[in-house]
């Protein structure tokens, strides 16, 4: 295991033997459409901190190297495996294709959403958050096989993609503690 202060990872550039001897969660995080960097960058962090396996980045989505995603990320983009895709609708299937297992859970405001925190989940999973605007893309959130929200109690109708991605995925991480699944730290 690896354990970096923020200090190290902004000044450290692993070599694929280091990144790659990271003990993964079987987790992806798909980002559609996100359009701030700092979203993305801070989305990176956090696929970091529940150790994700993978994050996919879609459509107008800016990709590293980017000086913003840098910063959000303190460098954590070098550190966990991502790729892009020209749409998540792309994505999801490849999740599926790789394995028929895996439960595609869009974070959502739909009429078929759920509470985040009433619904089982399962790995592997792939997690997908959408455009700061227009949300996740409607193909895709027919696509998923669970739409789950976080309920919204205030004047406010949402919250920040990364912060809703952080609260389900952690969420997600509390109950698999007991999991043989997760990987401990």
């Known amino acids: 295991m690896i354990k ?3 200090k190290e990872l902004r000044t450290t550039v692993p ?12 987790i992806t995080i798909i980002l559609d459409n996100v359009l701030d960097t700092y979203n993305v960058g ?21 990709t590293p190297p980017n000086s913003r995603i840098k910063k959000a990320s ?12 020209a749409t998540a609708l ?27 925190y009433k619904v089982t989940y399962k790995f592997p999973l792939a997690i997908v958050v959408g ?4 949300g ?3 193909d895709v959130l027919d696509m998923a096989d ?8 205030g004047i406010n109708k949402s919250l920040n993609v990364m912060v809703s991605c952080g609260i389900i995925l952690y969420e997600i991480m509390k109950r698999q503690t007991t999991s043989e699944n997760i990987v401990s730290r």
């Open 4 to 6: 970096l202060n923020a």
């Open 15 to 26: 070599d694929a033997a280091a990144a790659k001897s990271i003990k993964r969660n079987p």
């Open 42 to 62: 801070s989305i990176f962090r956090l696929a970091d901190a529940v150790a994700a396996e993978k994050v996919i980045l879609c459509g107008q989505t800016l």
């Open 74 to 85: 303190i460098n954590t983009w070098q550190w966990v495996e991502w790729e892009y895709r």
């Open 90 to 116: 792309e994505a999801v299937a490849q999740c599926k294709m790789l394995n028929a297992k895996c439960q595609i859970i869009a974070v959502e405001q739909d009429k078929r959403s759920k509470p985040f």
């Open 131 to 134: 455009n700061e605007t227009y």
């Open 136 to 138: 996740v893309s409607k």
């Open 146 to 153: 669970m739409i789950v929200e976080l309920p919204m109690w």
